[in-house]
Each structure stands twice: as C-alpha cells, then as structure tokens.
C-alpha cells in the first residue's frame, strides 16, 4: 500500500555530489579496484588467453564454470563473518583480517596462472584459477560487510557508485591493461601465442594488488557490532548459519521469493554474453592492441559516467527507477553486439559498442549494489550480502558455461540476441518488485531499516573516518 508519509526533502545536487570526495568513498574505490582486479582474469582475460593458445570455444565456456565460486560463497559467509584468523584478527579487526588474507590468496594464484602455459595442459591453470576465484568470492564477502558497516543507508547508494567505478576500473586494467601489456611484451617477430609475454601480464596484475592491501592496512576498522556470545558449539551454527537467512524472511515475508527471484537474473543478459566477448574479438580479427586501447580510453570514460549517473540517480529517483533503466540498457548494448559480428574488425562500430557496454553496465549495477545492500541487515551484513551476490552470479555463470558450445553451434549473431532476450523476465520482476515490495531508496524505508537495526543491535556502526 502506497505510504501517506511525508518523503524526506531530495539532497542538493551539491550535496549529493560531495558525498563521493568522503574517506568512506574513495576507501570504497580502492578497495572496487581490489575485488575487480581478479573476476576478470579468470574469466574474461582467460578466455582471451585460452582462445589465443588454441584452446575451443566449448572448452572455454566450460572453463568460465571456474565463476560458480562466487556463485556459492554464501556457504563460508558465515565463517568469515564469525571466525577470527588466529594472530591476524586480533591485530586488525574482523573485517580487514579477512580482506588481507584473500588478497594475499589472489596475488599467489595470479603468480601461478602467469607460471603455467595452458599449450602444456590446462590442469595447472584450472587449479590456480579456481584457487585465486575461491581468494576473490571470500574477499567480495568481508569487502561487502565491510561497505555496508562503513555509512549509514542513506550514503549507500555514494559507497556503491565509487565502488563500483573502482571494481570496473579494476575490470578494465584486468582487461585491457593485461591485453597492452601482453603485447609490448611480445618478442619482435614472433607470432601466435606468446607464454612469455602472458606471464609477464599476469605478474603485474598479481602486483596490482598491493592497491588493495595497502587500502587495507591504512583503514580503520568499522564500529564492530558485539554478538552475544554463544553458549555452545549447536548455539553458534545457529547464529552463523540458520539466523541471518531467517532474519531475511521473516522481514520481507512473501515478498522475499520475489525479492530473490529478481537478484537471480537481473545480471544474466550481461553475464552469460560476457564469456564469449574475448573470443568474439579475437575471430573478428581485433588485435590486443586494439582492443586494449578501446576499452582503456573509452570504456574508463563510459563507465565513470555510467557509475556515478547511476548512484547520483538512484539518490535522488530512488533505486527502482533506474533499477528498470539498467535491465533495459544491458538487454539493448547485447543488441549492438549482434550488429557489431556483422560489421567485421571495424574499429569504429568496437568504440561504439564498448562505449554504450560500459555505460550501461554502469548504471545497472551502482544501482543494484545499492538495491542488495539496502536489504541487508546489518547485524548479519557480510552472510546476507553473500546470498545475494552469490544468487546474483549463481544462475548467470551456470546458463554461460554452454555459451561456447551454442556459439560453435548456431554462431555469434544468434547469441547475442539470445542473451538480450534474457533480459525480458528482468523487466517483468523489477515491475512486480516495484508495486509490491517497499522502495529500498525511499525515506520511509530508510528510517525503517534505521528502526530495525536499533532494535535488533546494541549499537548502530556508524561512518568511519
């Protein structure tokens, strides 16, 4: 039923913009940068590697299934939301003990993935892929509850936008970068795939990393929320294991199906196209050159904007609104794909499909993390998150790993509009959210979730400087 109440007056354009130029913001875009430097390497950068060294397109996609690691992360939440690591935590709090940790995990797998030469067999590379993938879903898990604990509901939507800037920064030095710097490593006069200059790429990607453990060592550890102490081992799996889901339900009640239908494929246009994109430009003919400098030039530009127009409009139009822009703005940039295979290694039409790519991807996902994290109550942040980013991916990866095999089968075009035929039920499921759950960025639900979360915890983790 429509609320009587009187909505909270919208921000100043000055004031929303100030939001992103606070610690907690540009903590939150070091840290993007840091949990979308790995996503990419094992599996849009891999596919392209893969694909360079011989290996088929049904294999490949296959191989993307490396992905269903984030899609079952929620299993451990619970762990990395109540396990101390012994020494560790004890010197830099819950959250940031967990995020160091991973990403010591990623940098060691990327050392492997650049040791190991896929020509020689793929067991070595699967391994440390799926190694620097398990890394990566348990640092996405302490960097969710630590955005979440770090600002109140109100500034979520800024903290999604720069951390989504920073992870598709992330995404685009894994890309691109990792593509430019393959290629001035190459030996002159070579051709075909060069294991030398794709080991040198992922060594300085394993290098990138020092972003994020930098970030970590130089933050402040959000408020810790106290959890009464469990009186038994039976009393401490319900609290890790059991609480945080039922919390969930018994919040949203018949809505929850809905809510968890529409995180289950609201990025499944995107993801299942995703694996097959490298391939793609690499038979049309594109060079890594190519590719690398569309991507780092336009695809930076693009997705900047995309971001931050996504979680300034989600402020101010409330998160459902653009939630509806975004599934319609991912099916559409699938469309231009379809259009690109039949243009051939036409520079021009790359710029203009990666650009419209980027943007979309932008505003489509600042305004869902802000949608997730609004869901989330902050006594069981780092589980809850977990499930849904984790139904997010879990559906997506599964359908992507036949994307080679139906490529090799029927071809490029009709795979790119099979996946922006994907994107049909998403607007369907966003509607019905709409009309009969609450508008996470509404005032009303703001003070509501402020309510719930005084009620349900002794103290309320606040902004950290």
Same mark, same amino acid.
């Given at each position: 039923?429509?609320?009587?109440?009187?909505?909270?007056?919208?921000?100043?354009?000055?004031?929303?913009?100030?939001?992103?130029? =606070?610690?907690?913001?540009?903590?939150?875009?070091?840290?993007?940068?840091?949990?979308?430097?790995? +996503?990419?390497?094992?599996?849009?950068? +891999?596919?392209?590697?893969?694909?360079?060294?011989?290996?088929?397109?049904?294999?490949?996609?296959?191989?993307?299934?490396? !992905?269903?690691?984030?899609?079952?992360?929620?299993?451990? /939440?619970?762990?990395?939301?109540?396990?101390?690591?012994?020494?560790?935590?004890?010197?830099? !709090?819950?959250?940031?003990?967990?995020?160091?940790?991973?990403? +010591? !995990?990623?940098?060691?797998?990327?050392?492997?993935?650049?040791?190991?030469?896929? $020509?020689?067999?793929?067991?070595?590379?699967?391994?440390? /892929?799926? *190694?620097?993938?398990?890394?990566? /879903? @348990?640092?996405?898990?302490?960097?969710?509850?630590?955005?979440?604990?770090?600002?109140?509901?109100?500034?979520? #939507?800024?903290?999604?936008? @720069?951390?989504?800037?920073?992870?598709?920064?992330?995404?685009?030095? *894994?890309?691109?970068?990792?593509?430019?710097?393959?290629?001035?490593?190459?030996?002159?006069?070579?051709?075909?795939? %060069? %294991?030398?200059?794709? $080991?040198?790429?992922?060594?300085?990607?394993?290098?990138?990393?020092?972003?994020?453990?930098?970030?970590?060592?130089?933050?402040?550890?959000?408020?810790?929320?106290?959890?009464?102490?469990?009186?038994?081992?039976? =009393?401490?799996? $319900?609290?890790?294991?059991?609480?945080?889901?039922?919390?969930?339900?018994?919040?949203? #009640?018949?809505? /929850?199906? +809905?809510?968890?239908?529409?995180?289950?494929?609201?990025?499944?246009?995107?993801?299942?196209?995703?694996?097959?994109?490298?391939?793609?430009?690499?038979?049309?003919?594109?060079?890594?050159?190519?590719?690398?400098?569309?991507?780092?030039?336009?695809?930076?530009?693009?997705?900047?904007?995309?971001?931050?127009? #996504?979680?300034?409009?989600?402020? $101010?139009?409330?998160?459902?609104?653009?939630?509806?822009? #975004?599934?319609?703005?991912?099916?559409?940039?699938?469309?231009?794909?379809?259009?690109?295979?039949? %243009?051939?290694?036409?520079?021009?039409?790359?710029?203009?499909?990666?650009?419209?790519?980027?943007?979309?991807?932008?505003?489509?996902?600042?305004?869902?993390?802000?949608?997730?994290?609004?869901?989330?109550?902050?006594?069981?942040?780092? @589980?809850?998150?977990?499930?849904?980013?984790?139904?997010?991916?879990?559906?997506?990866?599964?359908?992507?790993?036949?994307?080679?095999?139906?490529?090799?089968?029927? !071809?490029?075009?009709?795979?790119?509009?099979?996946?922006?035929?994907?994107?049909?039920?998403?607007?369907?499921?966003?509607?019905?959210?709409?009309?009969?759950?609450?508008?996470?960025?509404?005032?009303?639900?703001?003070?509501?979730?402020?309510?719930?979360?005084?009620?349900?915890?002794?103290?309320?983790?606040?902004?950290?400087?």
């Amino acid at each position: 039923m429509p609320s009587t109440e009187n909505p909270a007056p919208r921000p100043t354009w000055a004031q929303t913009l100030r939001v992103y130029l =606070e610690p907690a913001s540009l903590r939150m875009f070091a840290l993007g940068f840091s949990a979308g430097l790995p +996503l990419v390497l094992v599996l849009g950068t +891999l596919s392209f590697r893969l694909r360079e060294a011989g290996i088929d397109r049904t294999t490949i996609g296959y191989l993307s299934w490396v !992905g269903l690691a984030y899609g079952f992360k929620w299993c451990w /939440a619970p762990l990395v939301d109540r396990l101390p690591i012994p020494g560790l935590t004890r010197a830099l !709090g819950r959250r940031r003990s967990w995020l160091l940790a991973s990403q +010591l !995990g990623i940098a060691g797998g990327l050392v492997g993935m650049a040791l190991a030469d896929p $020509r020689a067999g793929l067991e070595v590379v699967v391994w440390c /892929a799926l *190694a620097v993938a398990f890394a990566s /879903a @348990t640092q996405d898990i302490a960097l969710d509850a630590f955005r979440i604990e770090s600002a109140d509901v109100q500034r979520q #939507g800024a903290l999604a936008a @720069t951390y989504q800037t920073g992870y598709r920064l992330a995404m685009i030095w *894994a890309g691109a970068g990792v593509l430019w710097i393959a290629a001035r490593s190459e030996l002159l006069g070579a051709t075909g795939y %060069q %294991q030398v200059a794709w $080991r040198t790429a992922y060594l300085v990607m394993a290098a990138s990393m020092a972003v994020g453990v930098l970030t970590v060592l130089f933050s402040r550890e959000p408020a810790r929320l106290e959890l009464p102490p469990a009186r038994n081992p039976s =009393e401490w799996l $319900r609290g890790a294991l059991i609480d945080p889901f039922a919390d969930f339900l018994r919040r949203h #009640g018949r809505q /929850a199906l +809905l809510i968890l239908a529409l995180i289950g494929v609201y990025r499944i246009s995107d993801v299942v196209m995703g694996i097959m994109a490298n391939p793609f430009y690499v038979d049309m003919g594109f060079t890594k050159d190519q590719v690398a400098a569309v991507s780092k030039v336009f695809g930076v530009i693009m997705t900047l904007l995309g971001a931050f127009v #996504g979680g300034a409009l989600a402020m $101010r139009l409330g998160v459902m609104r653009v939630l509806m822009l #975004g599934a319609v703005l991912s099916a559409a940039s699938n469309l231009l794909f379809a259009w690109l295979a039949s %243009q051939g290694a036409n520079l021009t039409a790359l710029v203009f499909v990666i650009s419209a790519d980027n943007l979309s991807a932008g505003v489509a996902s600042a305004a869902f993390i802000a949608y997730l994290s609004s869901l989330t109550n902050v006594r069981y942040s780092a @589980t809850q998150y977990a499930l849904f980013s984790s139904m997010m991916l879990l559906a997506p990866k599964w359908v992507a790993g036949y994307s080679g095999a139906f490529v090799d089968a029927y !071809g490029y075009v009709p795979f790119f509009l099979g996946t922006a035929a994907l994107g049909a039920p998403v607007l369907l499921l966003v509607w019905l959210a709409t009309r009969w759950t609450p508008l996470p960025a509404s005032a009303k639900v703001s003070a509501k979730v402020s309510a719930e979360v005084s009620a349900d915890s002794p103290a309320r983790p606040g902004s950290q400087a």
